[in-house]
C-alpha cells in the first residue's frame, strides 16, 4: 500500500510526468506514490524522473484494466 495515489488517468504528455514531479516534491523522503494513467509515454517519461532525481520506481505495470500504474519511492 502506498503512502499517497495520484490518478492522471485521461492525461496525456507531458501532464503526467508535470503532476506526479509536484506531488513528489510536497512528499517526506522514504514515502510512497502510486500513480495511475493512460498515457503510454508515461512509462519511459517516469523512468527519466526517478534515473534524474535519484527517486526508485520500485513497480511499473499495466493492470487488468489497461492503465498503466506506477509505484515510486521518495529519496
Do not use: W
Request: include cysteine.
Amino acid at each position: 500500500m502506498a503512502d499517497h495515489d495520484l490518478d492522471l488517468r485521461g492525461l496525456n504528455c507531458p501532464i503526467p510526468v508535470m503532476r506526479m514531479k509536484k506531488k513528489m516534491e510536497t512528499m517526506a523522503s522514504g514515502q510512497t506514490l502510486r500513480v495511475l494513467t493512460t498515457d503510454p509515454g508515461s512509462l519511459p517519461d517516469f523512468k527519466a524522473y526517478a534515473k534524474k532525481t535519484g527517486n526508485t520506481m520500485l513497480e511499473s505495470k499495466e493492470n487488468a484494466e489497461g492503465n498503466f500504474e506506477f509505484l515510486l519511492k521518495r529519496a
